[in-house]
């Protein structure tokens, strides 16, 4: 705690800072019904999977549109299943043992408590266990009398739940003791705006459709120095400036993108109403 306050203090405004407690965490993926599936997809596999599941910051939950609920699932499903399991010195092996000799136990057990209360595991094999070598399993409908709704499960299980309207995810972002981080998957501005306020105390991941980090410059234009007066903006801003610029030299030039790095500064502009060209 005192490491923490000396830290704040050399911040030339600490009063302006936003400062929280970083204990468990329930990260959100959130998929908005215009989202490009394939990516959305594909993120959150590499999100809630990375690891064995097994990191503060990986995807805990995800809350899906209702509109695309059926057929995001079906491909969460598949591509899960595809997923290549065994030892840790295997090659291209991407879910291995879990290390904790409880935690297996654990995971089957909230899996079987939403399970007896109307879930279902969708993927193929979902769950089951050779050992501590644990098959990730997808399961779905979550709904809020189920423990995977509250509690961490930091392991290979992807509960997956249904939103029909913006209210129902802001309503879990408060209600919820836990937060750190959270995926937000549209192609609309209009779409996201009014997430973003909610989800301001998290490490956003806002997956708009930008592809490229020349991409994101031809964009977004050059003046992002002009949202600095407002201190939301700020981080995003020189993240922005500095990528977009790296994008301008060239394809000879040009780094790869960062993977889950499409952090599009309209998307805070427009929350903070604070226009960007």
């Not at 266990?129 to 509250?150: C, D, I, K």
């Not at 991941?205 to 903006?233: I, K, Q, S, W, Y």
């Given at each position: 705690?005192?490491?923490?306050a000396?830290?704040?203090?050399?911040?030339?405004?600490?009063?302006?800072?936003?400062?929280?407690?970083?204990?468990?965490?329930?990260?959100?993926?959130v998929?908005?019904?215009?989202?490009?599936?394939?990516?959305?997809v594909?993120?959150?596999?590499?999100?809630s999977?990375?690891?064995?599941?097994q990191?503060?910051?990986?995807?805990?939950?995800?809350?899906v549109?209702?509109?695309?609920?059926?057929?995001?699932?079906?491909?969460?499903?598949?591509?899960?299943?595809?997923?290549?399991?065994?030892?840790?010195?295997?090659?291209?092996?991407?879910?291995?043992p879990?290390?904790?000799?409880?935690?297996?136990?654990?995971?089957?057990?909230?899996?079987?408590?939403?399970v007896?209360?109307?879930?279902?595991?969708?993927?193929?094999?979902?769950?089951?266990?050779?050992?501590?070598?644990?098959t990730p399993a997808?399961?779905?409908?979550?709904?809020r009398?189920?423990?995977?709704?509250?509690?961490?499960?930091?392991?290979?299980?992807?509960?997956?739940?249904?939103?029909r309207?913006?209210?129902?995810?802001?309503?879990?972002?408060?209600?919820?003791?836990?937060g750190?981080?959270?995926?937000?998957f549209?192609?609309?501005?209009?779409?996201?705006?009014?997430?973003?306020?909610?989800?301001?105390?998290?490490?956003g991941?806002?997956?708009?459709?930008?592809?490229?980090?020349?991409?994101?410059?031809?964009?977004?234009?050059?003046?992002?120095?002009r949202?600095?007066?407002?201190?939301?903006?700020?981080?995003?801003?020189?993240?922005?400036?500095?990528?977009?610029?790296?994008?301008?030299?060239g394809?000879?030039?040009?780094?790869?993108?960062?993977q889950?790095?499409a952090?599009?500064?309209?998307?805070?502009?427009?929350?903070?109403?604070?226009?960007?060209?």
């Amino acid at each position: 705690a005192r490491a923490g306050a000396a830290i704040l203090k050399e911040h030339p405004a600490p009063h302006r800072l936003k400062a929280f407690l970083q204990l468990d965490a329930k990260n959100l993926g959130v998929v908005a019904p215009d989202a490009d599936l394939d990516v959305a997809v594909g993120q959150c596999v590499v999100g809630s999977t990375s690891y064995n599941g097994q990191r503060c910051t990986a995807i805990k939950l995800i809350l899906v549109h209702h509109s695309i609920a059926d057929e995001f699932v079906r491909r969460l499903a598949s591509a899960v299943a595809a997923l290549p399991r065994g030892l840790p010195w295997e090659e291209g092996v991407l879910i291995t043992p879990l290390p904790e000799p409880k935690k297996p136990a654990y995971l089957a057990e909230v899996v079987g408590d939403a399970v007896a209360k109307g879930a279902r595991v969708v993927n193929e094999g979902g769950g089951t266990l050779a050992g501590a070598l644990m098959t990730p399993a997808v399961v779905f409908p979550v709904s809020r009398e189920m423990r995977l709704w509250h509690e961490e499960q930091f392991g290979p299980v992807i509960p997956v739940g249904v939103y029909r309207d913006e209210a129902e995810v802001v309503e879990y972002v408060r209600s919820s003791p836990f937060g750190q981080q959270a995926a937000l998957f549209t192609q609309s501005t209009d779409a996201a705006a009014p997430l973003i306020d909610a989800l301001s105390t998290s490490v956003g991941r806002l997956h708009h459709a930008v592809r490229t980090l020349a991409g994101r410059a031809a964009l977004l234009g050059p003046p992002l120095v002009r949202a600095r007066h407002d201190e939301r903006l700020r981080g995003a801003a020189r993240v922005l400036d500095r990528d977009g610029r790296r994008g301008q030299g060239g394809a000879g030039t040009q780094p790869p993108p960062r993977q889950g790095a499409a952090l599009e500064l309209r998307l805070y502009a427009r929350a903070c109403r604070h226009p960007v060209p």
